[in-house]
Antibody, heavy 125, light 109 residues
Framework: QVQLQESGPGLVKPSETLSLTCTVS????????WSWIRQPPGKGLEWIGY???????NYNPSLKSRVTISVDTSKNQFSLKLSSVTAADTAVYYC???????????????????WGQGTMVTVSS | SYVLTQPPSVSVAPGQTARITCGGN??????VHWYQQKPGQAPVLVVY???DRPSGIPERFSGSNSGNTATLTISRVEAGDEADYYC????????????FGGGTKLTVL
């Protein structure tokens, strides 16, 4: 069965760049969309963005200027970079797989069916 | 951007039926997905595409979607169902961005 595992620093200084990696095991990263989602302490879920194994991306407009998601199919990994972080970026960061179907040439996005366990990132000096 | 509205909390006695709503403009035209999140754990998909259940999810979990409201129904509620529940859709009007509701805390009395 497919499993996801987030990794990266748990503490980032303000104004620096947060970098996380999600490793996909038990299956191929190909033919799926993959997302990053975060959850500030005591708050709800926020979608950050997604990437297709081919490299095409889409980001939350509220974060778009600071977010980059990339994929390394040779390592079965995808990554998140969030620049110029502040305390407001303190959160548990999850990676997740997006179910998709095709309506002709149109991609129909579905549920986040598999999630990583999440990794807590604190922004503090 | 598209907004999903959930009640902050719902309370129900064991054995009764819990209904958690998710409101959005013409949400009936979208596919709604529901997640259960227990403290300290990652969310788990419990209903997808309005009313389908992933394998391993009890039949007690069901969903419906029409008009401006989607509903997650949990029948014969058990103490282990106490959790936060989130609805989610894709907003085709904003380049297919993911949107989550604010979440509902289900308390089993």
């Amino acid at each position: 069965q497919v499993q996801l595992q987030e990794s990266g620093p748990g503490l980032v200084k303000p104004s620096e760049t947060l970098s996380l990696t999600c490793t996909v095991s038990g299956g191929s990263i190909s033919s799926y969309y993959w997302s990053w989602i975060r959850q500030p302490p005591g708050k709800g879920l926020e979608w950050i963005g997604y990437i297709y194994y081919s490299g095409s991306t889409n980001y939350n407009p509220s974060l778009k200027s600071r977010v980059t998601i990339s994929v390394d199919t040779s390592k079965n990994q995808f990554s998140l970079k969030l620049s110029s972080v502040t305390a407001a970026d303190t959160a548990v960061y999850y990676c997740a797989r997006v179910l998709i179907t095709f309506g002709g040439v149109i991609v129909i996005f579905g549920a986040f069916d598999i999630w990583g366990q999440g990794t807590m990132v604190t922004v503090s000096s | 951007s598209y907004v999903l509205t959930q009640p902050p909390s719902v309370s129900v006695a064991p054995g009764q039926t819990a209904r958690i709503t998710c409101g959005g403009n013409n949400i009936g035209s979208k596919s709604v997905h529901w997640y259960q999140q227990k403290p300290g754990q990652a969310p788990v998909l419990v209903v997808y595409d309005d009313s389908d259940r992933p394998s391993g999810i009890p039949e007690r979990f069901s969903g419906s979607n029409s008009g401006n409201t989607a509903t997650l129904t949990i029948s014969r509620v058990e103490a282990g169902d106490e959790a936060d529940y989130y609805c989610q859709v894709w907003d085709s009007s904003s380049d297919h961005g993911g949107v989550f509701g604010g979440g509902t805390k289900l308390t089993v009395l």
